[in-house]
């Protein structure tokens, strides 16, 4: 746990403004069994805890016969402001963090924010300027989708 909680030399970070409360749009995203509504081909659970510190998440994501476990712990829960994540599985490792700052009374401005551990070595750091744009539009895709569904009150 303490070597992939160091930061990675893979980093991105995507933002969005959502037009809702910091409370509204931090519970939404705490709402791990939901987030396969906003996260592509995604499905996630709480594998170990209540969601909180030192819960265990999985997340299996999917693309026909392509399968990405990520195993994460949830390090921090700081309502409304921020969750902190150590992805721990064997192909994502790093530490990942989803901030909420409130703007106004009904502006949220959510960024998220991971370093992922490159495997592969001296490959997987040549590979990673090619795989940044598409971990960036993935990360900022996924974020929009749960604007829309906080705008829309699907979500929490």
Same mark, same amino acid.
């Given at each position: 746990m303490r070597a992939?909680?160091?930061p990675g030399a893979g980093e991105v970070t995507a933002t969005v403004i959502v037009a809702a409360p910091a409370e509204r749009v931090f519970a939404a995203f705490t709402a791990w069994?939901?987030?396969g509504e906003w996260i592509p081909f995604t499905r996630v659970r709480v594998v170990e805890g209540d969601g909180g510190e030192g819960s265990r998440i999985e997340a299996v994501t999917s693309i026909g016969p392509a399968v990405l476990r990520d195993e994460m712990r949830v390090v921090r829960v700081d309502p409304p402001y921020e /969750? !902190?994540? /150590?992805h721990t599985g064997a192909l994502l490792r790093g530490p990942g963090v989803l901030r909420c700052t409130q703007m106004?009374?009904?502006?949220t401005q959510v960024v998220w924010h991971e370093w992922f551990h490159l495997p592969g070595g001296a490959a997987g750091? /040549?590979?990673w300027p090619v795989l940044w744009p598409g971990s960036k539009f993935g990360l900022t895709g996924a974020? !929009?989708?749960?604007a829309r569904l906080v705008e829309q009150g699907r979500l929490p």
């Open positions: 992939a909680a160091r069994d939901r987030q /969750v !902190r994540v /150590v106004d009374r009904d502006r750091r /040549v590979a974020l !929009r989708r749960l």
